[in-house]
């Protein structure tokens, strides 16, 4: 059995994931996209470790999994506060820093 | 296999959907598609412990994470589709693609030739192995992920904490405040009239009737009202007027034939 076909959804759905964060414009929806970005890597290395006949693919899948929920509790929070603020969940609207 | 050539083009479909649908609940369904197709991808790939984490883990407590959010923050909190950036979109298409395209070549490209198969490393058991690895090899990066999780829920805390600014109303102050209302501004002092007693109708979006006959705002929700979901009154006498003319055209039918044919129609009122 051959892993290749993993690893090219894993790149489709990395690639997918990349074009929603630069097109998308509501802010959750552009974590979602990482969220997907993640999820592609975390493929990847499921079908590298089942490649190379050891587990530590599959570690590093688990640690990326941790650091994702640590990232979306942070980041979902950011959104909430920024929503709370300025009553918009867009990306576009954040922009007080620019000027 | 099977499995994949199965989930695959699901799991592709349902992403691109991420790419065009306008309410953001509809992307988070799309995703739970994606993360469930990979979880059975995961299980294919004899990773049982991945399978399982990422079903509890990420369709269950990250996705939930995104649905409250969208929740909190008003789920018709749609997407605009106005380009902030010109030319924008068509150029993140254009590097999406070519991105794809070097990705998938490249990897196409690649021969790897037969996989060496997880069934060695799992032989004590896929959770005991990976167990072994990650409390012998991988420990300091594993006691480096407590501090990581302390931090973020601390950090989720300071976030999401609001100072209050304003001491919290008892129940006295709102009586004594009810009281001075009703002394300057002439407000009622009982409790708003309930909905939903106009005739027929029996719903919190129905307004109730006062005694000249208008129906009353107070007696309705605010937000209905913003939504604009309330019964209006003129629809509501047009659903009258229709029944007293069936109520009325029974009667002229009913003259001649039966007495209780009226009395049938007029009950449900």
Known sequence: MSITPYIVLSAILFTIGCVGVLTRRNAI??????????????????????????????????????????????????????????????????????? | MIAFWILAPVMVIAALGLLFVRKAVHAAL????????????????????????????????????????????????????????????????????????????????????GAVGLGRANA?????????????????????????????????????HRERLVPKPTQQSLAAQRVRDYAEKGTHLGPLPTPGVFARHNAVDTPALLPDGTASEASISRVLAARGTVRSAPALAEDIEQMQRSIGGARQAGRDSAVPASTEEETPA
């Open chain 1, 29 to 99: 929806v552009v974590f979602m996209c990482v969220e997907l970005m993640l999820n592609a890597s975390n493929l990847a290395l499921a079908a590298f470790s089942k490649q190379h006949g050891n587990l530590d693919g599959q570690v590093a899948a688990f640690f990326v999994m941790v650091v994702a929920a640590a990232e979306v509790v942070v980041g979902l929070a950011i959104i909430m506060t920024i929503f709370r603020t300025r009553r918009s969940a867009s990306v576009d609207d954040a922009s007080l820093l620019k000027y």
């Open chain 2, 30 to 113: 799309l995703l739970a598609v994606v993360m469930m197709s990979l979880a059975v991808l995961y299980a294919a790939l004899d990773a049982p412990f991945l399978f399982a984490v990422q079903i509890i883990v990420y369709t269950g407590a990250i996705l939930m994470l995104f649905l409250f959010v969208l929740m909190l923050v008003g789920v018709d909190a749609s997407d605009s589709v106005v380009e902030t950036i010109r030319g924008q979109r068509v150029l993140a298409i254009v590097a999406g693609l070519l991105l794809g395209t070097v990705l998938v070549l490249g990897v196409g490209q690649l021969s790897l030739g």
């Open chain 2, 124 to 160: 004590p058991g896929n959770i005991e192995a990976l167990a072994d690895i990650l409390f012998s090899r991988y420990v300091f990066a594993f006691e480096t992920t407590s501090a990581l999780l302390i931090t973020a829920a601390v950090g989720a805390m300071v976030l999401a």
